[in-house]
Structures are given as C-alpha cells and as structure tokens.
C-alpha cells in the first residue's frame, strides 16, 4: 500500500530536549516536505527537499532541522523545542517537484512542548 | 499576509442538499488550485484540482469552479453525505514551477443527516 508513515503519533516533551519525528514514504517520490497545522493558519511549510541530499527553507523554518540522506525517509528535528511549537506536523511527498502533482500526507504527529 | 483565503472556517448543510466552499487568492501568478479533505486524525488527502486554463472541473458529485477575474474558486459537492463531514483545505501553485504550494486555513464542514 502507498503511504507515508510518521512516528512518533503523539508526543508530549519538555523545553529544550532534543526530539526527531521520522517520515517515512514507499512511493520513491523525489519531493518531500514537512508542514504545520496551527488554528486559523492552515498547512505552513516547514522545510522542503526536492530530492536525496537537496533540502531547503519553507515559510516556518526557525527552529527546525531536517536532513534527507536517503529517498524514502525525510526526519524533522528540534534541537531545542520550545512551546511555541505545540502544534500538529505533517509529513508529505510528491512524485516530484512539479506542484501540480498531488502530494501524500502521513497521518500527522502532534506534539506538545511544556 | 495570507495568499490563499477561505473566510468561512465552518459550514453545515443537510445531507441530499449541496455544499459550497470558497477560496479566494491574491497572487495572480497561481494558476493550478487543489482541494485537500481532511479527516480528525488523519493527513489531508487530495480531492480535485483545476488548472487556469480551465474555469470547471468535475469529478463525481465534487465540481471546482474557477473565477480567475475575481481570483476566486469553489468547490461544490452534490449531493452532501454525512461522510463528506470532514475540514476542506484549499492550494494554490504556480504550476509546473518549483515555488511551493500555498495552502489555505481550511473550512470545516458538517454535513447532517
């Protein structure tokens, strides 16, 4: 089955300790891309890689690291989480960077920073 | 300053009847639009989309209409069912670009039996 996998589902931490959110797909898409989902914001892009090795900047990016070393996986990483990142993360992939591609989410990671 | 807007964060329509959900943009560079359903608990899933050169695309009971003077589209779903209750995300891309997909705040829709 074609899917993008997230893990942790739920997480609840403390400021300041390290975490990653591993993403997951099995479609060999290039495009992946990590996203927020706050109240009255919608989707945010957090961090984009177009493909092994590529990765960029999205509107959010403070905070965040990511890092694509393989096709399939695409981790989010907070150094130093503080609760302004209480939120609810989405991972996705697209077959490629053309945007008229539909993207893939995973079921979403919400995480808690207390 | 939001690009892609959808004014109305919840809609409830009885079920048989038709649900219409709008969204507006501001950059006149977009020119292909998709709709994303999301269920609680679940990662949005793609729905439909338009590009600009087309001002109607249907597929099965989900219509999107594309107004690109007014820069506004809708989604119409005919005839509503309780399963269709679900937040309806909205995006906008320059199409075949590498710019990223701007997704709208979403609107939340209650379908009742």
């Known amino acids: 089955e074609a899917q993008v996998t997230q893990n942790p589902r739920y997480l609840i931490t403390v400021t300041g300790k390290k975490l990653t959110v591993t993403c997951s797909q099995n479609m060999n898409h290039e495009y992946m891309s990590w996203y927020r989902q706050d109240p009255g914001l919608g989707l945010r892009q957090i961090y984009y890689?177009?493909?092994?090795?590529?990765?960029d900047k999205g509107d959010v990016p403070e905070g965040y690291k990511v890092s694509r070393k393989e096709k399939r996986n695409f981790p989010l990483i907070l150094e130093s989480p503080s609760p302004n990142q209480t939120s609810l993360y989405f991972c996705?992939?697209?077959?490629?960077?053309?945007?008229?591609?539909?993207?893939?989410f995973g079921p979403g990671t919400r995480l808690t920073v207390t | 300053d939001q690009q892609v807007k959808q004014n109305s964060p919840s809609l409830s329509v009885q079920e048989g009847r038709i649900s219409i959900l709008n969204c507006d943009y501001t950059n006149s560079m977009f020119d292909y639009f998709l709709w994303y359903k999301k269920y609680p608990a679940e990662g949005p899933t793609f729905l439909i989309s338009?590009?600009?050169?087309?001002d109607k695309n249907e597929d099965g009971r989900f219509t999107v209409f594309l107004n690109k003077s007014a820069k506004h589209l809708s989604l119409h779903i005919v005839p509503s069912q309780p399963g269709d209750s679900a937040v309806y995300f909205c995006a906008a891309s320059v199409k075949a670009s590498y710019d990223k997909v701007i997704f709208g705040p979403g609107t939340s829709l209650s379908v009742i039996p």
């Open positions: 338009i590009s600009s050169i087309k």
């Open positions: 996705a992939s697209r077959r490629s960077w053309d945007t008229s591609y539909e993207q893939y």
């Open positions: 890689s177009m493909n092994v090795e590529v990765t």
